[in-house]
């Protein structure tokens, strides 16, 4: 039997059969990762696995984390180390997908103000100027990264009739063909996007890449998403840019100290704020929580990982 860490918060969506051949140590989000001689781990996106932890890990062939986004394990550590890194991908793609649609349309339409209208009893009826919002059709949708994500946001809005563009490193020439999506650079992204949704990883290249100066390139009326990770965004800025309406509003599933959310960013205007759920339905969580078991089960067979981070 090998000896592996799970977080415990996975217990409801695995079922036994994909544990067999495992000693289980559940371990739950607010322990501290313990010293030992487990042979895999499988942490939340929550769990930082770094030096210190491989250290106190000897035994340790697999971080098998449950996201596609792994900003919370040092790779470069772990390669050195000799311990495969394994994510999620793909199963993800649909639903966080369809969630940065779901803030696209509830920030374009203040659907938070709505609602808090409606709750309070203060509605006093129909009126052609309550709650005006931005009309998507001719408007302009713009993606930073066009990975899976991205493309899969991309491909939902011509049917929202939203033109689309895009900067990533590489051009998708598919992507391309089947959206009529046009690359453009940064600069270009910023000043013409009337929405712009955030759909790179963090990395020392993209952490902040939405700050002060690129948010006064953005139009006054623009909306800004982001379903990545909140690192990406220096919040400071983007909450005077929202209650100087620099810009037309801002739509968040996730924030650079998750679960703290700055006192000033919660009374913002025109945010529409979640609490990281983008993956979060019932089928994609449980694929999640089996492709990262499967991946250690792979490993521990003396097989290659089935999707790993480096190779
Ligand atoms: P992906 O397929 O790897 O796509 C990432 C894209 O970012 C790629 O197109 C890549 O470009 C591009 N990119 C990387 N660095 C860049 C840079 N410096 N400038 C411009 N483009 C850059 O990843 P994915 O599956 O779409 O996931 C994207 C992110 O979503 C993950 O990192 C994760 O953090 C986040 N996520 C969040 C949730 C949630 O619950 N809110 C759920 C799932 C995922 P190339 O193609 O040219 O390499």
Redesign the pocket.
């Known amino acids: 039997m090998h000896r592996v860490l799970i977080a415990s918060e996975l217990q409801g969506l695995l079922d036994q059969s994909q544990l067999a051949g495992l000693r289980i140590t559940w371990l739950h989000s607010n322990e501290p990762t313990p010293k030992g001689d487990w042979v895999a781990i499988v942490p939340l996106?929550t769990r930082w696995v770094g030096g210190t932890e491989l250290k106190n890990l000897p035994q340790l062939r697999i971080v098998a984390n449950v996201?596609?986004?792994?900003?919370n394990v040092d790779v470069v550590a772990a390669e050195i180390r000799g311990v495969l890194v394994t994510n999620t991908?793909?199963v993800?793609?649909d639903?966080?997908a369809d969630?940065?649609w779901a803030l696209i349309l509830a920030t374009a339409r203040r659907l938070p103000e709505a609602i808090d209208l409606v709750r309070s009893g203060k509605w006093i009826g129909w009126h052609p100027e309550q709650l005006l919002g931005m009309e998507l059709r001719g408007r302009t949708l713009g993606l930073?990264?066009?990975?899976?994500?991205?493309?899969?946001v991309g491909k939902r809005a011509p049917g929202f009739g939203l033109r689309v563009i895009y900067?990533?490193?590489?051009?998708?020439p598919e992507f391309e063909r089947q959206v009529g999506a046009v690359r453009v650079d940064?600069h270009q992204l910023l000043a013409e996007s009337d929405i712009l949704s955030?759909?790179?990883?963090?990395?020392p290249?993209?952490k902040g890449?939405i700050n002060a100066e690129r948010l006064a390139l953005m139009k006054p009326t623009a909306i800004l998403i982001?379903?990545?990770?909140g690192d990406l965004i220096r919040e400071s800025p983007l909450v005077v840019a929202l209650q100087e309406g620099r810009l037309g509003g801002a739509g968040l599933?996730?924030y650079a100290n998750e679960p703290a959310i700055s006192a000033h960013l919660l009374k913002a205007p025109r945010t529409v704020l979640?609490p990281?759920?983008?993956?979060?339905t019932e089928h994609t969580r449980r694929k999640m929580a089996g492709i990262a078991v499967a991946n250690v089960q792979a490993v521990l067979s003396g097989g290659p990982p089935l999707t790993p981070v480096y190779s």
């Open positions: 996106l996201a596609v986004g792994y900003n991908p793909d993800l793609t639903a966080t969630l940065t930073l990264g066009a990975g899976r994500i991205g493309q899969a900067s990533a490193r590489t051009p998708k940064l955030l759909h790179v990883p963090v990395t290249e993209t890449i982001n379903t990545s990770r599933d996730v979640l990281h759920i983008g993956s979060a």
